[in-house]
């Protein structure tokens, strides 16, 4: 094997993967001369994906299915023949939001459910505060709307929604602009860093064990170049092992930091690595797998998570609900081609496509191809359950 | 609908760039052109202005910003397509190659926005080489300062005619297989260690 591939990255933590697989030679061992570029926005990523500039790109799960569901401009079929990590988002908040959160009994433990009461309670008080998000299909709009709706929180009526990219989030959010976001790391540590936000809750404690990023591929480029993807993909599988290790945060932390990666200080890193997170400046706690690259299966597509996606897609109204759109959503994500490159690896692989999502309250042995696999815990703050089989019932209960 | 009566909005942080862009539009006799530089407060601008066409450049970190609101809000009364014509993939490719990007109001005919795309695309272009060569220019006086400087130690430390002292740059760039602007460098720096007068 011996191809260039050209990937498109935007500048954050979960885009480790794709930056470790070029840095320390996973790529190359492979024989893939992987190409990173930086870019400003998933905009930039979707069309230069479109023109063919880019081959595969870091992506938000939900971009994909988007572009295959035809709600994005001038996208190409994307294909997502592997995930890249779960976890690594978090919600901040303007400090007078969080004066006026701790009033109404916010917690300092990211309990999502304390906070969200405690938020609930300020806008009863006659606030509507404005939310930033990073993207209208992101898991970042859902997971936060999730919380809020989940909490009482009308999310379209009781707070405005609004979009702003990640680097520039903590600016907005001292400049009076926005009062919260939620956004991946290291955009929530740099509010904290900063002194102008404090961290209220994190993805992680919403859904755990979610999706998050995901490797976009050009379906056109998958087609023509299948050699190539299954190099890539088992480059970035040994890539993701290598992120894992605790022995490596510290290099990965400082490989990320570089001008031409994250381009923020590594100590604004390291908390998303170790899964020590400073809800503001002197108070760590540990936070159970706020961003794992690759144990429990974290870079596995599992089609139950494009289901889950695209319910949400249809409760916020950005598509109709329909047996086609969900067919959509669900091909999209190609567990067959993440199967079949990594094979020969001798890997542990889950038996299975898609999973009840929430139902594992425990961390999990399942059954899977070859060596043992440990899923979980995958629970969502309000006990709900989401049976991709049941993807009917689960849209009407909201 | 005149030609003219079309509606441009120009959103570029480069204010030069826009400028010129503002230009050939206007010289192709658009005379309802807007440029902006900052997004802040844009949504309230887009509906004040109610553009046909907005242009702006694909590095843009608010992009999806902007995309979010034409999808969302009622700042813009019209739906906003990307670009005009998806089939024409000549015209997206130019453009995304020149750092473009385009959105048009639905219902816009394609004749109409074609022109306004082609001249954006080739005065981003314009630009683009604009800015390399000044580039160029900058790096080559810088580098014609440094020879200059590295004659004169040379003169000075070796009693070398200026000829002479150019010849042994250039030889010694030569054997080296570097440009005589670094080997300048180095000699400059090499004198400001080993001491006063000779350096800088």
């Known amino acids: 094997m011996n191809a260039r591939v050209t990937a498109g990255f935007l500048p954050l933590l979960d885009s480790a993967i794709l930056v470790a697989a070029r840095q320390k030679g996973f790529a190359a061992d492979e024989g893939i001369d992987l190409a990173l570029v930086r870019e400003n926005s998933w905009a930039s990523i979707r069309d230069r994906l479109a023109v063919g500039h880019f081959d595969v790109a870091h992506m938000l799960a939900p971009m994909p299915i988007a572009h295959n569901l035809g709600l994005a401009p001038l996208a190409a079929r994307t294909i997502v023949p592997m995930a890249l990590g779960l976890g690594g988002n978090a919600v901040t908040v303007s400090l007078p939001l969080w004066d006026a959160m701790r009033a109404h009994g916010a917690t300092d433990d990211f309990d999502p459910a304390a906070t969200g009461a405690a938020l609930r309670a300020a806008i009863a008080e006659g606030q509507r505060p404005r939310f930033a998000v990073v993207h209208p299909h992101s898991g970042h709009n859902y997971e936060l709307r999730y919380w809020l709706a989940a909490c009482g929180i009308a999310p379209d009526a009781d707070v405005e929604i609004v979009v702003v990219p990640p680097p520039l989030m903590s600016d907005a959010l001292a400049a009076g602009r926005i009062d919260g976001y939620c956004v991946g790391e290291p955009w929530n540590t740099a509010a904290v860093a900063k002194g102008v936000g404090r961290i209220v809750t994190t993805k992680a404690a919403i859904w755990h064990s979610s999706p998050e990023k995901v490797l976009g591929v050009a379906a056109g480029w998958a087609e023509a170049n299948p050699d190539a993807l299954a190099a890539l993909l088992r480059a970035l599988y040994r890539a993701a092992v290598w992120c894992g290790e605790a022995g490596n945060r510290e290099e990965l932390a400082a490989m990320l930091a570089a001008p031409d990666h994250v381009g923020a200080p590594a100590e604004w890193l390291l908390p998303a690595l170790t899964g020590r997170i400073a809800a503001a400046a002197g108070e760590t706690a540990a936070v159970p797998d706020f961003f794992v690259p690759q144990a429990k299966a974290a870079t596995f597509p599992w089609k139950s998570h494009a289901l889950w996606f695209y319910s949400q897609m249809v409760r916020w109204g950005q598509v109709a609900a329909s047996a086609r759109n969900a067919s959509v959503a669900r091909e999209t994500y190609r567990p067959d081609l993440y199967r079949a490159a990594l094979k020969p690896l001798g890997v542990a692989l889950p038996g299975a496509n898609a999973k009840v999502e929430g139902a594992l309250t425990a961390a999990t042995p399942v059954g899977s191809a070859g060596a043992s696999l440990v899923l979980g815990p995958d629970g969502f703050f309000d006990g709900r359950i989401f049976d991709p089989e049941r993807l009917d019932q689960y849209l009407t209960s909201f | ?200």
């Open chain 2, 1 to 200: 609908m005149s030609a003219a009566a079309v509606k441009i909005l120009i959103i570029d942080e480069n204010r030069i760039r826009a400028a010129i862009i503002e230009e050939g539009l206007r010289e192709a006799g658009h005379a309802a052109v807007t440029v902006i530089h900052d997004v802040a407060g844009i949504a309230r601008r887009i509906a004040d202005e109610q553009p046909d066409v907005i242009v702006i450049d694909l590095e843009n970190p608010n992009r999806d910003m902007l995309e979010s609101m034409f999808q969302l809000t009622r700042a813009v009364k019209r739906p906003i397509a990307m670009f005009v014509d998806r089939s024409d993939s000549a015209s997206i490719e130019a453009a995304v190659e020149a750092g473009v990007s385009a959105y048009v109001v639905d219902g816009l005919r394609k004749e109409r926005v074609k022109p306004i795309l082609d001249m954006a695309i080739s005065r981003f272009n314009a630009f683009s080489r604009m800015a390399r060569e000044l580039d160029e220019a900058r790096t080559e006086l810088e580098s014609r300062k440094l020879i200059e400087k590295a004659k004169g130690i040379l003169m000075k430390s070796r009693g070398l005619s200026e000829e002479a002292a150019y010849a042994l740059l250039r030889r010694t760039a030569m054997n080296q297989n570097r440009k005589i602007a670094e080997i300048a460098q180095s000699l400059i720096t090499a004198a400001s260690l080993l001491g006063p007068g000779d350096g800088t």
